[in-house]
């Protein structure tokens, strides 16, 4: 809430003198709370602060896709038995990570069905451009929640697994109606599509250097792209790709080094959709748990020889560590104050290169050739067209963007085992929180809980 408190006090004292004068209370009534234009862009500023929130897209999200679907690829070697759980697949329905990820996520969400239901107190063109925003912070969320609470796509009946509650109004004063039964993985991959879909025609496009973290249509069809994918919809996922690509407002990273460098700004092109963070506010939970001391990060999670192994000699991307204490450490989030970039136009690249591959097409580009625009910009040697197969393709993508998040959802999507668990393991799904299932009478909690 840091972010959401500080900017609601600075648009109140930027206001006329008249709001200052206003009797003291504990609450403020629901009517009055969205009565203008400027509270309704507040509460869209305080829904960018939940999706940025640690436990959120500002990390959690992400660090616990590659803690739960990792193959001993890493080391967990912290202290905090929530996250240990994960990496062992040994979670529990108290782990208190998993609560926390809930438990903001929704917050986050609430935020923006807030914004959404106040839309008729704007004008036409804030309307537009504040409703794709709140859409594309939602639907977002949703996708990172039903791919890690959720049976897989496709892992059995979509229409009768269970996903996780939609919510789409407002929750004010938690009553009886709230307690929301967890909804089918159809519909709420029926609610991302909607949303993101919403967002995309809603948001205005944006120029080369202005990315700022906020939403664009560039980021809403990058969105759209990966839940295309992970639902096996290979064409749509390629056209996604492929039209965030042609719109030529984005531009990969001169150097590999130069993604993860806020230093430098390289980052900046090829950032689709991130999480700003600064010295001042945001956190950065991926440097918390991938990043030695020396970095401000706490190491707890150590590269190990299984994955460096899957790098050709040539490839740098194998060496983009740093050794601290004898032991291997990503040199991605190094940056205690870096941005936490959520989808980046390089996977835009490797979505064409497998749909297009999938679909024996080549539209916008061949899949050697996207292939080798990802190796070549990382410094790697090219590909031959007769070396290009399917599992090297899909190789090439995890090379890419190891412990960014997608690890998971990869997984599932792909049916791949880890270790010794197939890819359908309830162990390779998140319990339901208990204090929710305590709660909330309606939940239904997984499987091996």
């Not at 926390?100 to 923006?112: F, H, L, M």
């Not at 949703?142 to 789409?168: I, R």
């Not at 090219?382 to 959802?409: C, P, S, V, Y």
Request: glycine content about 8%; aromatic content about 8%; overall charge negative.
């Amino acid at each position: 809430m840091k972010k959401f408190i500080y900017i609601s006090i600075f648009f109140v004292l930027a206001s006329c003198d008249k709001q200052l004068d206003v009797d003291p209370t504990q609450s403020i009534d629901e009517n009055k709370a969205l009565a203008t234009p400027q509270d309704v862009k507040v509460t869209l500023i305080g829904a960018y602060d939940g999706l940025a929130d640690g436990d959120v897209y500002g990390g959690g999200l992400q660090f616990t896709s590659e803690l739960v679907g990792d193959d001993r690829e890493v080391l967990f070697r912290g202290t905090f038995t929530t996250l240990d759980e994960m990496w062992r697949k040994t979670m529990t329905a108290g782990n208190t990570q998993v609560l926390a990820t809930w438990r903001d996520s929704y917050v986050a969400i609430n935020r923006t069905n807030n914004v959404l239901s106040a839309l008729s107190i704007l004008d036409a063109a804030d309307k537009s451009q504040v409703e794709g925003e709140a859409r594309l912070i939602r639907g977002s969320i949703y996708l990172g929640l039903v791919n890690l609470f959720a049976k897989g796509w496709g892992d059995g009946d979509n229409n009768t697994n269970l996903g996780v509650p939609l919510v789409t109004t407002p929750t004010r004063v938690v009553e009886q109606v709230d307690s929301r039964p967890r909804a089918s993985v159809a519909a709420v991959y029926t609610q991302i599509l909607e949303d993101l879909t919403k967002a995309e025609q809603l948001l205005p496009a944006t120029s080369v250097g202005d990315n700022t973290g906020f939403a664009t249509r560039d980021a809403a069809t990058a969105m759209l792209a990966r839940t295309y994918l992970i639902q096996g919809n290979f064409a749509a996922a390629r056209d996604a790709a492929q039209k965030v690509i042609a719109s030529g407002k984005h531009a990969l990273s001169e150097t590999y080094a130069d993604i993860f460098d806020d230093e430098t700004g390289g980052h900046e092109t090829e950032s689709l959709f991130k999480v700003i963070v600064t010295d001042q506010d945001g956190v950065n939970s991926m440097n918390t748990y991938f990043a030695p001391a020396a970095f401000a990060g706490r190491g707890d999670i150590v590269v190990q020889a299984k994955h460096i192994a899957l790098y050709s000699a040539d490839d740098p991307r194998g060496k983009f560590t740093v050794t601290a204490s004898n032991r291997l450490y990503s040199r991605k989030f190094n940056n205690q104050f870096g941005d936490v970039v959520i989808i980046r136009l390089a996977e835009m690249y490797l979505i064409r290169a497998e749909t297009n591959f999938r679909l024996g097409t080549a539209i916008g580009a061949t899949p050697v050739s996207d292939i080798n625009r990802i190796r070549s910009r990382a410094g790697a040697s090219t590909i031959a067209q007769a070396d290009l197969t399917l599992e090297r393709l899909l190789l090439e993508r995890k090379l890419e963007l190891m412990f960014e998040g997608n690890l998971t959802q990869d997984i599932k999507r792909l049916k791949k085992p880890v270790g010794t668990l197939p890819f359908s393991d309830p162990k390779l799904i998140l319990p339901i929180p208990q204090r929710e299932i305590d709660t909330n009478k309606s939940l239904v909690q997984n499987t091996g809980y």
